[in-house]
């Protein structure tokens, strides 16, 4: 049974920092790409953040890009997004997800595992 289960969320002022951690289980890791979602009320999923499954290779949507870092720790079996100098519009449920598929992707639908969410909360 496959569980990605996130950690870190939780409120924080404009400009502060907070990292997110996934726990994967019930998957052999170093064989999916890892990435990191976001959905704020009322609106659609919005990618954050992929990473490679062994060589590490990040990549960020422009609204991110500088502020938020991807990184995977596989002997831990663990994916993590660090993100700084956060803005109110960071405010959402942030989820991580597992991508077995050899074609990189942003898309949602592609991705075949999901965490249960972290609420992030940046006040103004």
């Known amino acids: 049974q496959v569980q990605l289960v996130e950690s870190g969320g939780g409120l924080v002022q404009a400009g502060g920092s907070l990292r997110l951690s996934c726990a994967a289980s019930?998957?052999?890791?170093?064989?999916?790409?890892m990435a990191w979602f976001r959905q704020a009320p009322g609106k659609e999923r919005e990618f954050v953040a992929r990473i490679t499954r062994s060589d590490g290779i990040p990549y960020y949507p422009d609204s991110v890009k500088g502020r938020f870092t991807i990184s995977r720790d596989n002997a831990k079996n663990t994916v993590y997004l660090q993100m700084n100098s956060l803005k109110p519009e960071d405010t959402a449920v942030y989820y991580c997800?597992?991508?077995?598929?050899?074609?990189?992707?942003?898309?949602?639908?592609?991705?075949?595992?999901w965490g249960q969410g972290t609420q992030v909360t940046v006040s103004s």
């Open positions: 019930g998957l052999t890791f170093s064989s999916y790409a």
């Open positions: 997800a597992a991508d077995r598929g050899i074609i990189d992707t942003t898309t949602a639908l592609r991705y075949d595992y």
